[in-house]
């Protein structure tokens, strides 16, 4: 994403305008638009007119719109992003209250105007949709004979890019027949790989399997970019690596990055130190040592606590929490965001849900925190409270108590 200009007051107030370059920028805006927001960008208008006889024509125009955002949809696998509402400015095409869904497109500009004002969490998410760094960190290729799911991880999300399937008999007689399908299978497996991934750039490339069916296929790879003479192919050996999983379906990506070879390997990835945060969360409520707590209450108190703050604390969030219809509801989870970042020093990552660690999260209520010190007893008065909110969270029982 290209910022092309920023106006944004101390109180909040103010726009920024925005220019799309790639898939993930539009998943970034995506997280930005909310609604009563002001969007401004270009559109398509069909038009109607009559002339003096009566005789009506129509004709469809490029214009510029301004809306007040109502409602957005995504589509992850095609990048589209759609936001519908009703007009703000009128125009000679438009009048003002007019319903219009306008379609944000790649290398367009945009222009958005927060109703509530410019936040600390919407002006973070500029500041990152920005960075010149991010961008794809690694490349998967979960697989198994004759299923092949390639997918990417950046800084966002992981997108499943594209899904090859080939038939493969089993193998009868000399097997012939299922060596070539095979064969088959990793060709197409390979050139479908090869229109996604640019070779000039070195990031990793995960290839994952249960059995031999990933350590097959670089062996395929490579022994074919050597009889071409393929030297960007060759050049990249070194960023193939291939693990070990339990299946070829892409969920099986969660239990891969948990592989040492691959933590290693992603270390400095913004998606591998959300996964080991989780895997962390997860540990301490095994432990049950009053450290680590999810749900919004729980996390809430022990922030008013000072217990998520400098010295380790950590505030996980999912960014689906801060895409909530309700005003209230958003700046509810800005305060705590502020809170424990801003007055009490602790760390706050907002999660993607597009990420196998966001999901985790997710499952959890989309809140979660890893406390500097022990806090026992948060949910204690949960069902006094209100017994069916279903927003409370509570401890995991992550240790099972036998009682004879």
Not at 48 to 60: A, L, V, W, Y
Not at 67 to 74: D, E, H, Q
Not at 329 to 344: F, I, N, Q, Y
Request: glycine residues 10%.
């Amino acid at each position: 994403m290209r910022l092309i200009k920023q106006n944004i007051e101390r109180d909040g107030s103010g726009f920024v305008t925005l220019f799309p370059e790639d898939p993930e920028d539009m998943w970034s805006a995506y997280n930005l638009i909310r609604p009563t927001d002001t969007l401004r960008a270009s559109a398509i208008r069909r038009v109607t007119t009559e002339s003096s006889t009566g005789s009506t024509s129509s004709q469809r125009l490029h214009i510029t719109l301004t809306i007040k955002v109502r409602s957005t949809s995504f589509d992850p696998q095609a990048a589209e992003l759609h936001v519908s509402g009703q007009i703000a400015t009128e125009t000679p095409h438009a009048k003002i209250g007019q319903f219009h869904t306008l379609d944000l497109e790649l290398n367009r500009n945009f222009t958005l105007e927060k109703a509530e004002g410019w936040d600390s969490v919407s002006t973070q998410m500029v500041r990152e949709a920005c960075d010149a760094r991010k961008g794809a960190s690694a490349w998967a290729v979960v697989m198994q004979e004759g299923l092949a799911n390639i997918a990417v991880l950046m800084g966002e999300r992981t997108v499943l890019r594209q899904r090859v399937s080939v038939p493969i008999p089993g193998k009868k007689g000399d097997g012939k027949s299922h060596d070539k399908a095979v064969e088959r299978f990793f060709g197409t497996v390979l050139e479908t790989l090869l229109r996604h991934v640019d070779l000039n750039e070195s990031i990793p490339i995960l290839l994952a399997s249960p059995g031999y069916t990933a350590g097959g296929f670089l062996k395929f790879v490579m022994e074919g970019a050597v009889r071409r003479g393929d030297k960007s192919l060759m050049a990249q050996k070194g960023n193939f690596l291939v693990v070990h999983s339990s299946t070829g379906q892409l969920h099986s990506l969660g239990e891969v990055l948990k592989d040492p070879q691959v933590a290693m390997r992603l270390k400095d990835t913004k998606y591998a130190r959300e996964t080991r945060l989780m895997d962390g969360f997860f540990d301490l409520m095994r432990k049950d040592e009053g450290k680590a707590w999810y749900g919004p209450r729980e996390v809430e108190k022990a922030a008013e606590a000072g217990a998520v703050g400098r010295g380790g604390g950590v505030l996980l969030i999912s960014n689906g929490l801060f895409r909530a219809q309700d005003v209230a509801v958003r700046k509810r989870w800005v305060r705590l965001v502020d809170k424990v970042k801003d007055v009490e020093g602790g760390e706050v990552r907002v999660l993607s849900s597009e990420h196998e660690s966001g999901r985790r999260l997710e499952g959890l209520g989309g809140i979660a925190a890893i406390l500097t010190f022990p806090v026992f007893d948060l949910d204690e008065d949960e069902e006094e409270e209100d017994e069916d909110d279903e927003d409370g969270g509570a401890k995991l029982d992550a240790v099972e108590e036998v009682k004879s």
